[in-house]
Every structure is written in structure tokens, then in C-alpha cells.
DNA sequence: CTGAAAGCGCTTACAG
DNA sequence: CTGAAAGCGCTTACAG
């Protein structure tokens, strides 16, 4: 009398059901093929045997079902990149994916094929594609893109060495969402309006491009701090607060290239005894959970991480599907939150 | 001339090789009973023909090597459990391990046997263990016991219903952290301090249970806001500390369920013209990121996300290997971090 | 040290 | 609708 603990398997099944083991198969996979009858009998020889079909043979045969979230190059899962992967998670349980997420560092000159991979993405039959965030350079892409196995891309996170990729992307225009939040600021009476972020970093370059765009378009003049600065984007807002004030144009309005930015920079605001919105109006970019809460609440542009997330799984499963002979992307819209951060200048309004 | 692209797999490099696929796979799986000139000469062909094993053949002989990370009940990722499965996936690196994030909604109320699970734990062979943070009840624990899969809970996020069950669980002590927040401003001198946080969660009755150990020890007199308040720990904070100013003793210092509570009571504070930590000192709870950032760098008692996820991680695959006939459980230290939100008031000092 | 063979637990033509 | 058999790509005693 041994402790035959043993695995019940698909065959133990069969033989207690008096079926083929390919009957067995055949209700597990729902095939119509079956009659009601066998079928009812066998799920009670299932239910009964608590029987659980092992997910990885099937997956020998099938497709794996597993697709992988890697956050690259960054040390810390920050709300906005925990918000993709939630969105991708959540779009992924709907079509009947897991997502294996994977941290991965892959610092920017090595070449391709001497980067090292973690298994998961080394061994073939993990995982069907991936869903690259973070800081992403070209060369990690060419090696993962070398195994076979299909790319989507975050594409604001993609730090291109200026011949564009072909990418399977999700974005957010930025240019767009700058452009959005300078008009308000212009229709709120704003004529002195700075905007603040290293543009260094490709997200704030193209900020910067439809802030200098909105400006123009209506003749005013652009007044921004772009240069690098402290790290941290909280000390780089003080600091870049400090450098417009001591310039000779005092704005009366401050774009900043994200939210925590914007925190730093109305840290240097009160310092100087001045308040927000009444002295001087600030407005953030992402809608991070900061900006709902900071004092005066932060009126932002939302970039809606979940849906990106979301968008990333759809559009990956999309291209597994119809085998990714072409490039595709797909926009997310950027939207203005109007919270109290702006004063209204009177003025005219379109 | 057929694009017989198929997947080159052990036979074919076998083939190639000359050699039986018993070496080959010896190679992949760095046996030590081969000759250093056949690994050689394999992995050479390996090299050649591009080949790539097959992940999920090797797991239905082997384990399969996968963890499932599962956020309970919780509509959104934040940062405290981000931290938590960075964590788990950076000590699971290490481990050779990978992780499966899930998002899992069950209700208290539903009873173990109707839970319905997602395939991923449903079926056999997917992962060896499950890591259950967020809000989890014990119906939840019960059903993937009966699954047969080791589980590890950090233990702060479990809701137990009286009868406390065994569990393998990483947890931080409440009950000590906040007693060390409460000695810290006894010996800053304050005689008069308040306690804020909504005692139905688990972590905010610990808390207040610490609070009052301390006080109690020190005779001195608890003032605190446990009742149901606002959904929002900001608004929480915000009403809480109104509560304490209209009540008939108002607290020199306050300590905050967590940092967003305590948020919460410096706008309040600011709000009545009071300064932090001038007039009114502030201790937070967590050490999330906006507690660096506040106008007032907020004192506060970290809690190490990250340092939970690799725990968690580690006892699961210390579970994993002993078969887990016993439970136990890691305590991980938290620890008071000084930044400027509390006054030095005089008086003794221990 | 090496290879032929059995086996892991499943799926899927194939033939009824 | 059903079953026996071949096959998925690997690992591992077993016998040299």
C-alpha cells in the first residue's frame, strides 16, 4: 500500500472513465466533437479524481500562452510603468494570457549580440512575445527581435539613435499633450509662459517641440529650462524654478514636463513667498497619483498609463495572430485635467 | 525547396552533432559526466544552427520554475506593492526563478469551493508557488491550498477572521513601529500626541494598538481618530485632523496611519494657519515616495517594500525545498526615518 | 563518458 | 462521436 501519491494524469483519468484518453482531451479542450453524454461523465470522473491537466505539455503542442512584461533599464517599478503592466495584466486575462514580468538591464553600448538575456527569453517556448517599457535602447531590440519572438513596444520609452526603428509601438504624443496644455494656458489670458524639462530625455524633447509650437503659433515667446540638471525630477523643478526667476522674464505660468517636476517646482514657488495659482499657474504632464493631492491640486496633462498597458497586450496579440508582417501602431490620446493649479487671466478666449 | 523553417530541436543538432540527443541534452543541462571535447563540439553546433531549447518540454520533466505573484482585491498596482514585486522578481533572478503577476478579485464572502481561479492556478504545472499580497481574505488561502500550491502571504495584507490561520508569511511588525514613532516624540519632549487611522484595516489596529502600548507606558493620556472615515486616506488625513482641532485637546504631534493619511492632516494643518512642524509635529507611516517630497519632509517609519517581495520570495522557494511540513514566518525590521516635520521640544531626554 | 530507448503528460490526425 | 497510435521536445535510468 504505497503512498502512490503520484501526479493523476490524464490516462489515470481515461482508464477510471472507461474512455480514451483522447476523450479525455477532447472535454478538457471543450472540442464540439463530443456528446453531451460522455462529456457530463467524464467532468464527474475529472471533479471526482480532482484531476488538473498540466499546463506545460499542453503548451509543448500548443502555444505557450505567456507573454512577457519587461520594465529595462530602471531601478524602480514607479506607479506610472506599475499602471502599464496592470493594464496589460488586466487585457491579457480577458484574452487568456498570463504575463511573466521580468526585469531587465541592458546598458546602452553593448552590442547586440553580446548581450546576455535571462532564460526566459534565451529558451524558446516561454513566452510568445514582449512587451518592452522602461528605458529601451535599439541594441536590446535587435537581440530580442533576433530570437524570434514579437516586440511591442512603449514607444515614448524608446531612446532612438536617430534613425527610427520600425516598431510595433503604443505612444502618447507629446507633442500633442504639450501643445494641449500651452493653448489652455493661452486662452486662460497666459502670455509669459515657461516650460521646464532636460530635454535630454525623449519624452521632454518632444514636449518641448509642441510647447515652442503652441508658443509661436501665437507669437509669444518661448522661455524654458531645458538644460541638464539635478536628477531627481522634484530637485530638478526647484532648480529650474530658481533659474527662470532670476532671468529677466518672470513667466506667469509654468509648463512642466511631468508631475513631480511640477512639485519641485512649486516648492520654489512658495519659497519665494509667491502661491499658486494666484501669483503664478502650474501645470504637471502624466497625472501621477502627486498631482490629484499636492496643495493647490495639480491641473495636468493625464497620460493614461492602464490603457497603454492594455494596448500593448491587444496590439501584441494582434500581431502574433496575423504573424507581424508589418508595423503597427497605435495612438493613445493624451487629456487635460483641469484641477486648481491655473488662474484665469481674463483676457480673450477663442 | 520547402521554407521547412520548422523548429530546429534536440534531434536535429543531435543529427548535426553525430552524437545521441542524450548528450546533447547533457549539454544544455551542464551534466558533468561528459568529455570537455564533445561539450565543446556540441555547443558549437548549438551555436551554429541557432538553437533555442524548447522551455516548456524541460518543466513537464523538471519544475517549472514559475512563481505567481498575485495582487488580491485591489483595483490598482501602487507603489508599496510595486516595491513588493520588484522585490520578489529581482531575488527570483537570482534564484532562477521567473514570476507571473496576476490581478485576483474574490470576495470575502464567496466560499472556498466556488471560487473560481484563473487558469494559471487552475491548472497543473504552471507554478510551483504563490506570493498573496493586497487584501486577502481566507476563503481566497483555503482554495489554493487545496490546490496543493505552497503559499506565502505578506502577512500585513491577510484579513483574518478571528481564529488566526497557520501561515508561511513575511510580515513588519505595526504594533513595534509604531511604538518606536510614539518614544521617538515622547523623547522630542511631546506630552500631548494624537493617533490617526481607520482601525477596521489590519495594519492601522496594530498601529493603534502600538500607540496606545506606548503612551500607556508613559502615562500619558491617547487622543485618537479610528472611526470609519472618507474612502481617501488623503481625505481621511484632512477630516481626521479637523476631528482632533475641534475636540477639547489639541496634540503638539499627530502620527499618521501612513504617509497619505498624514498628507491629509498638513493640509488640514496649513489650513488653520498652523505650521509642521512649528506649530504641530507630523510622523508618517510607510515611507512612500511622496513622503520626501512633502513641503515639510515628512518623519516617518519605512517600511521596506522591496526587502518584503525578496523575503517572500525566499521563504516560498525555502518552502518549496523542504516539502513545507512546517510554517513559518520572516520578520522584517522596519525603521524610523528622521526628515523635518517634528519639533524638538525641550524637556527630557531618556 | 556515451547512445538507444522509455517516459514526461498532453494533443491530434487517422480510421472507424 | 470515439479510440489506438503517433508525436510534441525534452530528460533520465539503463546498459554499455
Redesign the interface.
Known amino acids: 500500500m504505497k503512498a502512490k501519491k503520484a501526479?493523476i494524469n490524464i490516462r489515470e483519468v481515461a482508464r477510471v472513465a472507461r474512455v480514451g484518453v483522447a476523450t479525455v482531451s477532447r472535454v478538457l479542450n471543450d472540442s464540439s466533437l463530443i456528446s453531451a453524454k460522455t462529456q457530463e461523465h467524464v467532468r464527474a470522473v475529472i471533479r471526482q479524481l480532482g484531476y488538473?491537466?498540466?499546463?506545460?505539455?499542453?503548451?509543448?503542442i500548443r502555444h505557450?500562452e505567456?507573454v512577457c512584461?519587461a520594465l529595462v533599464n530602471r531601478p524602480?517599478?514607479?506607479?506610472f510603468h506599475?499602471?502599464i503592466?496592470?493594464g496589460a495584466?488586466?487585457r491579457a486575462?480577458m484574452l487568456?494570457r498570463?504575463?511573466?514580468?521580468?526585469?531587465i538591464n541592458c546598458p546602452k553600448e553593448i552590442p547586440p549580440s553580446q548581450i546576455v538575456l535571462?532564460?526566459?527569453l534565451?529558451?524558446?517556448?516561454?513566452v510568445e512575445g514582449v512587451i518592452l517599457t522602461g528605458v529601451v535602447y535599439p541594441n536590446l531590440i535587435s537581440r530580442i527581435e533576433a530570437?524570434g519572438l514579437q516586440i511591442v513596444v512603449f514607444g515614448n520609452n524608446v531612446f532612438t539613435d536617430g534613425r527610427r526603428r520600425e516598431l510595433n509601438k503604443v505612444w502618447y504624443d507629446g507633442v500633442e499633450g504639450q501643445i494641449k496644455a500651452a493653448e489652455y494656458l493661452i486662452n486662460h489670458g497666459h502670455r509669459s509662459i515657461a516650460f521646464v524639462g532636460d530635454t535630454e530625455y525623449p519624452w521632454f524633447r518632444e514636449q518641448y517641440e509642441g510647447y515652442v509650437k503652441a508658443l509661436r503659433a501665437h507669437r509669444l515667446r518661448p522661455n524654458a529650462v531645458i538644460r541638464k540638471g539635478p536628477e531627481s525630477f522634484?530637485e530638478y523643478g526647484k532648480w529650474a524654478a530658481n533659474r527662470l526667476f532670476d532671468g529677466k522674464v518672470v513667466p506667469t505660468a509654468i509648463l512642466s514636463g511631468n508631475d513631480?517636476i511640477a512639485?519641485g517646482v512649486s516648492?520654489s514657488v512658495?519659497h519665494l513667498g509667491l502661491r499658486i495659482p494666484a501669483d503664478i499657474s502650474l501645470v504637471g504632464f502624466d497625472d501621477r497619483?502627486?498631482a490629484a493631492?499636492m496643495?493647490s491640486a495639480l491641473t495636468t496633462v493625464k497620460v493614461p498609463s492602464q490603457e497603454i498597458g492594455r494596448q500593448c497586450m491587444e496590439l501584441l496579440m494582434e500581431k502574433l495572430r496575423e504573424g507581424g508582417s508589418h508595423v503597427s501602431s497605435r495612438l493613445v490620446p493624451t487629456q487635460l485635467i483641469e484641477r486648481d493649479s491655473v488662474m484665469w487671466l481674463g483676457s480673450e478666449r477663442k
Open positions: 501526479s488538473r491537466p498540466n499546463a506545460l505539455a499542453r503548451r509543448i505557450s505567456m512584461f524602480f517599478l514607479h506607479s506599475a499602471g503592466l496592470q495584466e488586466s486575462r487568456k498570463h504575463v511573466v514580468f521580468l526585469g535571462p532564460p526566459l534565451e529558451e524558446k517556448g516561454w530570437l522634484v513631480e512639485l516648492r512658495r497619483e502627486i493631492v496643495e
